[in-house]
């Protein structure tokens, strides 16, 4: 198999992605399927149905779109974090009182988080599933607020004031039960081995554009003009390999296109750069590639 192009290539591409790509669901597999069923419906308020395959698909409100679809395999070795593979897969909720909500639902079932951030383009909010899989629970803020200095957008990780967050509640008479109509994914965050290389399949590729360099150890790309769709870091993953066959996390993601036009001129981008490319596993019409971590992307139509 040939390599992927350069990094200097990725950044003096003239092929990008279509500017309405966004990222879609995320496969994962767990090793308790009740135990995580629990967690998704009480904790995070998504809604469950059970797939003829025997996973579990999650969906928010009256939406009906799979969020996340959980694979159980009680024999799967466990969540490996020095492994190439899932950070975390970041819900987005359509308004500040959504995440504020979304977090009361947290603290009413007595779940820890991992963190709360202020990234200045968005509030969030961090946790674990009982596997150890990473969930960013988050809003953003307006894009008339977002900064910029020298063309690159500003990002930072400070702390998130959650007392101000909940705040949102107070004139509130109604409970939110679960996440409403209007969560999606909003951005995937990965775990590489090396960015460079990384660099050169999501940029010079797929077309992703470069928005963050200025995270020592990681890189964030986004189609449009979004803060991030991909965020990617060598954190705890430099020099590293994926998980063994099979094991807890991530199984693969979608990257979705607006038609069938956008997917073929990613495809045919792939196809020059000598990468594999196989039907996805129960996904119609959708291809199956794999980044220089072995991170499986899922490429379809929306």
Known sequence: MSSPMTTDQARGRSAAIAPEATVGTVRLTVSDLARSRAFYEQVLGLRAAELESGALSLSAGADGFPLVELHADASAPALDRRATGLYHLALLFPSRRDLAFALGRVAQARWPLDGASDHLVSEALYLSDPDGNGIELYRDRPRSEWRYDGGELQMSTLPLDLENLLDELRSETDWQPAAPT??????????????????????????????VRGYPGALFVSAGGYHHHLGLNTWHSRGSGPAAPGAVGLRSYD?????????????????????PVEPAPDVAGAALVRDPSGNGVVLRVG
């Open 182 to 211: 209007g969560t999606r994914m909003g951005h995937v965050h990965l775990q590489v081995s090396d960015l460079a290389a990384t660099e050169a399949f999501y940029a010079g590729v797929l077309g992703f554009d470069v928005v």
């Open 255 to 275: 990257v979705v296109l607006p038609d069938a036009p956008a997917l073929e001129a990613v495809l045919e981008r792939v196809r020059a750069g000598g990468l």
